[in-house]
């Protein structure tokens, strides 16, 4: 009698355990989901506002200037040669320990503040998605991280890597968006399509060329070898 009931207790703290986390931690994770999700609908808006703004300046119709919404997680602003890929993480992400706002009084406080949900920005050529160039290469040129108290920062390429660090003071606005959308569109168009070594391209197949006009075959990308240094353990 006396081990069924060391079973039942254990059986009943095991409970009160798995309770006590749905109610907090899968609570929480809900809560950013659905902060992320409306922030990400400020940054669909600020992208439709970005394109309106620059075609009045730009009126020269060859140059990409458009906008276009592809569901509840994904935008692609296309920008001249470049297409940028806004899309939406549908889960939530704990920042690692080692990280630098992992180490602030704002997360050891309050270890629920280190939980964010994520933005990533790719950038591809547009031509990629015009001629449905299935091969070709993208890139990852930036990440917006977004917490339950709209406190957040950027990892990314050039200027993203190092404007907006500090998640314990910083917190998410348009203008900030708007700043955003500017810095990866600089970024995406100062970096340059650079001419793939003779060897990568000097076969090809009768298929290739066939089927070049539907969708080339030939993989393109701007640059061989070119990595986004990211936290794999939270990617």
């Not at 929480?28 to 409306?38: A, E, G, M, V």
């Not at 009126?59 to 997680?73: F, N, S, T, V």
């Not at 890139?139 to 993203?160: A, C, P, S, T, W």
Request: include cysteine; proline fraction near 2%; charge should be positive.
């Amino acid at each position: 009698m006396k081990k069924e009931n060391k079973i039942e207790d254990h059986l009943a703290e095991g409970r009160n355990h798995l309770i006590g986390l749905l109610k907090s931690k899968t609570t929480l994770k809900q809560d950013i989901y659905k902060n992320t999700i409306s922030w990400f609908g400020q940054v669909k808006i600020a992208l439709q506002n970005c394109v309106e703004i620059l075609r009045k300046e730009i009126p020269d119709k060859r140059i990409r200037l458009r906008y276009e919404d592809k569901g509840d997680i994904e935008a692609q602003l296309f920008i001249g040669s470049d297409v940028l890929i806004f899309s939406m993480h549908t889960n939530v992400f704990k920042l690692p320990d080692s990280d630098y706002a992992s180490q602030t009084s704002y997360i050891k406080n309050n270890p629920a503040n280190a939980y964010c949900g994520i933005i990533n920005i790719y950038n591809f050529l547009a031509d990629s998605y015009e001629y449905n160039r299935q091969e070709d290469i993208g890139y990852l040129i930036g990440r917006i991280f977004i917490n339950k108290d709209d406190h957040f920062m950027v990892e990314g390429k050039g200027q993203l890597g190092f404007i907006y660090k500090d998640l314990m003071h910083q917190k998410l606005d348009q203008i900030i968006i708007r700043d955003i959308i500017l810095r990866v569109g600089i970024h995406a168009i100062n970096f340059d399509l650079y001419t793939p070594p003779y060897r990568a391209v000097q076969k090809a197949t009768v298929g290739d060329l066939l089927a070049r006009t539907q969708s080339s075959k030939l993989k393109t990308g701007k640059r061989l070898g070119f990595k986004f240094e990211s936290r794999q353990n939270i990617s």
